[in-house]
C-alpha cells in the first residue's frame, strides 16, 4: 500500500482535483480511498491498484460533493465524465495525467502560501508522505504539521487559486517558486539544520524524485535539469559524509571510493541537459561547483581555481551572503586564509548572516590556518553555541577544544 501510494498518489490527486476543481475535497477523497485499501486489500487484492484507488477515491468526492446541495450541477459533470473511468481497471490518459502533475505541483508551490505551508503540501500531496513522515523531517509536531497543511489548503480555496498550468508568460517565474521549494527540501535532507542526524536522506531522495518528475514534465527548461544535477551531485557523497556512529566526516576525511557513482553519472548527465540550454543559472552554477568536486581525487587536486570562478559568476547571478561565504572557503583553498578571511569579515561588519553559525564557523577555520588559536577557538565556539545541529555541534566542539 505504501508503495503503491508513494508512487500514484499525485497523479490521483491531480486528477481528482481537475475534475472536481477542489483541492482539498481530492486529496481528502484519496485519503478515505487509502484508508478504504488498508481494510479491503488483505481480503481481496485488486489486480490494479492504482486504477482501484482512483476509482474509490472518485466515488468518495462523488459521496462528498452530493452531500453540497450547491455543488449538484458539478457532481452531474464529475459523475459522466469517462477520463475517471467506470469502473475499477479503467485507465486515465497518461499524458493528460502528466500535465496534472505538473499543474499540481504549480498550486502546492503558489506564491500565496507560505514558505512553510508550500514544502508541507508538496511532500503530502506531490510526493505522497505521510504527516508523521513530515513531522519527523522537520522536527515540528504532527498537530502542528497538520495545521500547516489545513491553513494551505483554506488559503488556496480562499484565494480562488485555479487548478491549472500557469500562463506561458508567468510559468517560468512560477516555475523559481517550484524549484526554490524542492531545493529547501532538498537541503534539509542533505544538511538537517536541528536535531541528532547530519543527514536525512529519505527526505533529501524524494526532493530528488519530484526533480525527476519535474525534468521529465518539463524537458525543455534547463534551471530545471541544474538542479536535478546538483541534487544528483551532492547525494552522491551521501555514504561517505556520516560515520558508522552517525558522527559527521569532513570532506577532506572522506572516502571518495565510497561516493555513487552512479549518482555522479545521472548528475553530470542533467548538468549536460542544463547546459545545452545556453549559460547556466543559479542552480546549474551550483552543479558545476558540485561537478568540479566529484572530478576530483582528492581535496588538494580540486579545481579550486574553477571554484571560485564559479563562485564569482554564482554571487552575479543570484547573490547572497551565504554565495560570499563559500567562495571565501574556495578563495583560501585557491589562494590562502589571508584573502579569504577578508572576505568573511565584510560579512561579519556588514551583518548579512547575524544567528547564523556558519560565518564563525569559517572564520574559526581560517584563523586556525594563520595560528590565530586563541580567536579561532573563540569563533568555534560562538558556532557551536549557535548551531541546532547536534552532529555538527560536537564537531564545533571538538575541533576548539583540540586548540586549547
Known amino acids: 500500500m505504501e508503495a503503491v501510494w508513494r508512487i500514484e498518489s499525485a497523479r490521483i490527486v491531480a486528477a481528482l482535483t481537475r475534475f472536481t476543481g477542489d483541492f482539498g475535497l481530492a486529496e481528502d477523497a484519496a485519503q478515505e480511498a487509502v484508508a478504504e485499501a488498508l481494510v479491503s486489500w488483505p481480503r481481496t487484492p485488486p489486480a490494479d491498484p492504482a486504477g482501484w484507488l482512483m476509482a474509490t477515491a472518485r466515488r468518495r468526492a462523488i459521496d462528498a460533493i452530493r452531500r453540497r446541495a450547491a455543488l449538484r450541477d458539478r457532481y452531474a459533470v464529475l459523475a459522466t465524465d469517462p477520463a475517471l473511468g467506470a469502473a475499477a481497471g479503467d485507465e486515465v490518459d497518461p499524458d493528460r495525467i502528466d500535465d496534472d502533475v505538473l499543474a499540481l505541483m504549480f498550486v502546492s508551490c503558489h506564491p ?51 487548478f491549472e498550468l500557469p500562463p506561458p508568460a508567468e510559468r517560468r517565474e512560477r516555475l523559481g517558486g517550484v524549484l526554490s521549494v524542492l531545493y ?13 542526524r547530519l543527514v536525512r536522506p529519505e527526505v533529501a531522495y524524494e526532493a530528488i524524485r519530484l526533480a525527476r518528475t519535474l525534468a521529465a514534465l518539463l524537458p525543455d527548461e534547463p534551471e530545471v535539469h541544474g538542479l536535478l544535477a546538483l541534487c544528483e551531485l551532492t547525494a552522491a557523497r551521501f555514504p ?42 543559479p542552480y546549474g552554477l551550483q552543479a558545476a561547483i558540485a561537478a568540479t568536486h566529484a572530478a576530483a581525487p582528492s581535496v588538494e587536486a580540486t579545481g579550486w581555481d574553477r571554484i571560485v570562478v564559479l563562485y564569482e559568476a554564482l554571487g552575479r547571478v543570484a547573490p547572497s551572503p551565504v554565495v560570499e561565504l563559500n567562495r571565501a572557503v574556495a578563495v583560501a583553498m585557491a589562494s590562502g586564509p589571508e584573502e579569504a578571511l577578508a572576505i568573511v569579515d565584510e560579512l561579519v561588519v556588514s551583518d548579512r548572516l547575524a544567528g547564523s553559525h556558519l560565518v564563525p564557523t569559517v572564520r574559526g577555520e581560517l584563523l586556525t590556518r594563520l595560528g590565530r588559536r586563541p580567536e579561532a577557538r573563540a569563533e568555534l565556539e560562538l558556532a557551536a553555541r549557535l548551531c541546532a545541529n547536534e552532529r555538527e555541534r560536537s564537531v564545533l566542539l571538538r575541533k576548539a577544544a583540540e586548540l586549547d
Open 112 to 162: 500565496v502560501l507560505s514558505p512553510e505551508a508550500r514544502v508541507a503540501l508538496t511532500l503530502r500531496v506531490v510526493a505522497g508522505l505521510s504527516s508523521q513522515e513530515i513531522a519527523r523531517a522537520f522536527l515540528v509536531s504532527v498537530p502542528a504539521l497538520q495545521a500547516r497543511i489545513t491553513r494551505g489548503k483554506k488559503t488556496i480555496a480562499a484565494a480562488g487559486v485555479p
Open 184 to 196: 529547501v527540501i532538498f537541503t534539509e535532507g542533505s544538511t538537517a539544520t536541528s536535531g541528532d
Open 240 to 281: 561517505a559524509r556520516t560515520a558508522p556512529d552517525g558522527s559527521p566526516v569532513l570532506l577532506e576525511d572522506q572516502d571518495r571510493r565510497r561516493w555513487d557513482v552512479s549518482a555522479i553519472h545521472r548528475g553530470l548527465a542533467a548538468l549536460a541537459k542544463a547546459s545545452a540550454g545556453g549559460g547556466l543559472g
